[in-house]
């Protein structure tokens, strides 16, 4: 109470009050801060430190495993599956969202952000129920006569991306959408009037345009994905093993801290890598849309 | 023919607009349903009409227990996140150097981080310090991920605050303390309102980091449903499934009404 914040007080006492009402921020964002480096940082700086534990071993034994490399390639496939599916299907809804009013569009934000808010693992569950040989899916097809025996819907790649793009979806619309607002409608009808057909003037005009929300979108979801852990444990099957399962089981079930600490930084890295591509690859669009 | 094309495009757009919408949908509701199954399967269309796996869920001591540890650690989660994730907003929203934009990416960027890396990273320090385990470490590792939702929701808020309220408070002769309390911290609300919310659910939803840090006697609703997953699919993760979508739904519809109100 004894300092007073008033500007005009301050001033005739000095420059030293006034330079600390400037750092409050400083102050007010110092808790965080300390608490983010003791609880989040310290512990990657630990599992770094442990991935080396012995020298470069645990990495040497990461890609030198046809075992290990397979996952690490299981990782990527799954990724850009999931990727490509997110932006034809996002990228759709993000139209139509931007596309409709009223209540119509409140529809539409309420369906995509709703389950957002609901937990992955129950939706990751409600999945596993839904797919599964005596699912509702599966039940479907066979009392339409569509199909003679029940389809393997889950414990393979099929069911982990249904179940990863209903997750990622919100993640990629959201930059796209962005975007489109902003695109000025005039633009297409002026290409229309032009005498441009429906597809060029989709291909040519409209989709550079919101290339920028394409990739942000894109980024988001890539790196998401390769982290992902739930949907795979449980609608994938043995053999379709992702980077962050085998993480987790190298501490549950072989106690390997140093092994598990490796993998850990392989796929902080490979999430940086894919970051970074992207990073350069909206800096490129960027400057074809500006020049 | 160009018209049919067009026409035949456009209902195949919306067609295809509304089975994405059933899938995002869908396995959310789905969940409600399965829960009043009367026999021991996860049928949809439910057989019959019972309460009997939520008696079983009340009955059963194991659940009940992880109901109020996950309570716990969820309300310890939003009074650290709530507290820290203001400040800090306040503090990033009243940065004006360089030094901006770095630090609200380190700030947000356990949001980014995966998870798993994040569960054995914060699982073997809090070993260490004999925290693994206890409730206590369970709200710390929880707020690491919720500060940053706090952020955001408050960063909202205070872009949306009339900018010269507080020069024009303080220039009236108010103390930095009391501007804050009777200003700034009554207009924000609204945003610390809804960050709560969301560190909340956070904390609520949150499995992988719970299954590496829980012990026996601290297992959250998610780390049982995680077990019950991998172990066999009973009916009474349904209806836990169904309770906790009932909340967040009812978290939403509040945070909704209580923004709706805010700008009327």
């Not at chain 1, 549950?252 to 890598?273: D, E, K, P, Y």
């Not at chain 2, 306040?90 to 700030?107: D, H, I, N, T, V």
């Amino acid at each position: 109470m004894t300092i007073a914040a008033n500007p005009e007080t301050a001033g005739e006492r000095g420059g030293l009050l006034r330079r600390m009402a400037r750092a409050n921020w400083l102050l007010l964002a110092l808790p965080a801060l300390a608490f983010f480096s003791i609880f989040f940082v310290y512990p990657l700086i630990d599992i770094a430190m442990r991935s080396l534990q012995g020298g470069v071993v645990n990495y040497e034994r990461i890609f030198g495993t046809t075992l290990y490399v397979r996952v690490v390639m299981t990782t990527f496939e799954m990724a850009l599956i999931v990727t490509v599916c997110c932006l034809v299907i996002g990228y759709a809804y993000a139209y139509a969202l931007s596309a409709t009013g009223g209540y119509l569009q409140v529809f539409l934000t309420l369906a995509l952000l709703l389950p957002f808010w609901v937990s992955v693992l129950l939706r990751t569950f409600a999945w596993l129920v839904l797919l599964q040989n005596t699912g509702l899916i599966n039940q479907g097809l066979l009392a339409l006569g569509l199909i003679d025996a029940p389809f393997q819907l889950v414990r393979n790649k099929f069911g982990i991306a249904v179940g990863m793009v209903n997750i990622l979806l919100p993640y990629m619309v959201l930059p796209i959408l962005s975007v489109m607002k902003g695109i000025d409608p005039k633009l297409m009808l002026a290409a229309r009037i032009s005498g441009a057909s429906y597809l060029r003037c989709f291909f040519r005009v409209y989709l550079p345009l919101t290339l920028p929300g394409i990739i942000s979108g894109c980024v988001l979801v890539m790196t998401l994905s390769l982290g992902f852990y739930i949907v795979p444990a449980v609608l994938g099957g043995g053999r379709d093993t992702m980077i962050a399962q085998l993480i987790a089981d190298q501490i549950t079930r072989q106690v390997n801290f140093s092994f598990s600490s490796a993998l850990a930084v392989t796929l902080m890295l490979f999430t940086g890598i894919v970051f970074a591509l992207f990073a350069l690859s909206l800096r490129l669009a960027k400057k074809r849309l500006g020049g | 023919m160009d018209r049919f094309i067009q026409t035949f495009g456009k209902g195949l757009y919306v067609v295809f607009m509304a089975l994405v919408v059933v899938y995002l949908v869908f396995p959310v509701l789905v969940m409600i349903p399965i829960s009043f199954n009367e026999i021991n399967d996860l049928r949809f269309p439910p057989v019959g009409f019972s309460f009997r796996w939520y008696e079983a869920f009340a009955n059963d001591p194991v659940w009940v227990h992880a109901l109020f540890t996950s309570t716990k650690v969820a309300f310890g989660t939003v009074a650290v996140s709530a507290t820290l994730g203001t400040l800090a907003a306040m503090g990033l929203f009243q940065c004006r150097s360089l030094m901006r934009a770095p630090l609200q990416g380190y700030m947000l960027s356990p949001i980014v981080t995966p998870v798993v890396v994040l569960a054995i990273g914060v699982f073997m320090v809090f070993s260490r310090w004999g925290i693994a385990g206890t409730i206590p470490g369970l709200i710390i590792a929880h707020s690491v991920l919720a500060i940053p939702v706090v952020i955001v929701a408050v960063l909202t808020a205070l872009q949306t605050m009339p900018p010269n309220v507080v020069p024009a408070a303080t220039g009236l002769g108010g103390s930095r303390l009391r501007v804050f309390f009777r200003i700034e911290l009554p207009l924000l609300r609204p945003g610390i309102f809804s960050g709560a919310v969301f560190a909340f659910i956070t904390s609520w939803d949150e499995a992988v980091i719970s299954t590496f840090l829980t012990a026996p006697a601290t297992k959250t609703l998610p780390v049982l449903i995680w077990g019950g997953v991998q172990t066999g699919l009973s009916p009474i993760i349904a209806a836990v499934g169904s309770i906790m979508v009932t909340l967040t739904a009812l978290a939403f519809v509040v945070v909704w009404i209580f923004r709706t109100r805010k700008a009327a």
